[in-house]
């Protein structure tokens, strides 16, 4: 018997303001059987650290993104309980010799969440100092599906000429911008939105938001 080649989606977490929308994504791909090689700069470790008061190790990688993953987009520890890790690969951000640094690694392609606008800058320049970068870069060369999940108001005059050049180059633009139609009533909510809207542009089924369907009102409770 011919054992199934593992290919993954690669996500990138850079320095941005927004762990919450990683870990959902991360969430909504494990949850749909899809396979995740993950790359966490050294900026986000700071950010999260912030946002979480988790401290991401490359040496204990597997337990501290076991509790990220269990975090409510509140603050509340574990609010999703345990999330199997079984299909999760960590390569550090400094090993440029990783598998997903290579054109070689079969991977269905790479999303960024969130996406500072130094990343947005060394992507959309093919700078490739880190993997993150690297990895972005390649996807494009490639021609796989790369998603950029931006996070950053207001934006100024060069940013939005990277995003330009990153759309031209054949990356999706998604702006972490959550949306009140699906009904929101909680944090988390909204931050599912932006995470289902990801997974959305790399095409993988979720149950993360309520889609619209034509109804005005339809979002609102039932009395």
């Known amino acids: 018997m011919t054992e199934r080649k593992r290919t993954p989606w690669v996500v990138g977490v850079s320095g941005a303001s927004g762990t919450p929308y990683a870990a959902a994504v991360l969430r909504g ?11 966490v700069s050294r900026a986000s470790r700071l950010t999260l650290l912030d946002e979480t008061g988790i401290a991401f190790r490359d040496a204990h990688w597997r337990e501290d993104l076991a509790q990220w993953l269990a975090r409510g987009a509140d603050g509340k520890p574990d609010t999703f309980g345990d999330v199997p890790l079984d299909d999760v690969r960590y390569w550090g951000a400094g090993d440029l010799a990783a598998g997903p640094s290579s054109g070689s690694y079969p991977v269905k392609g790479m999303l960024i969440v969130p996406a500072s606008t130094a990343c947005v800058a060394g992507v959309a320049l093919g700078l490739s100092k880190d993997l993150l970068q690297r990895v972005a870069s390649v996807t494009l ?14 934006l100024n005059g060069q940013t939005l000429k990277h995003l330009v050049a990153l759309d031209e180059a054949g990356a999706v ?3 972490a911008s959550p949306a009140f139609y699906a009904g929101a ?12 809207r990801v997974l959305d542009a790399a095409g993988v089924p979720h149950r993360l938001y309520r889609r619209w369907e034509g109804e005005l009102g339809g979002s609102r409770p039932r009395g």
């Open 185 to 196: 009533t909680h944090i988390q909510d909204l931050v599912d939105f932006v995470a289902g």
């Open 29 to 39: 791909l494990l949850a749909a059987g899809e396979g995740v090689d993950l790359v």
């Open 173 to 175: 633009v998604l702006p």
């Open 141 to 154: 060369k490639e021609r796989r599906r790369l998603v950029v999940a931006v996070r950053e108001t207001p």
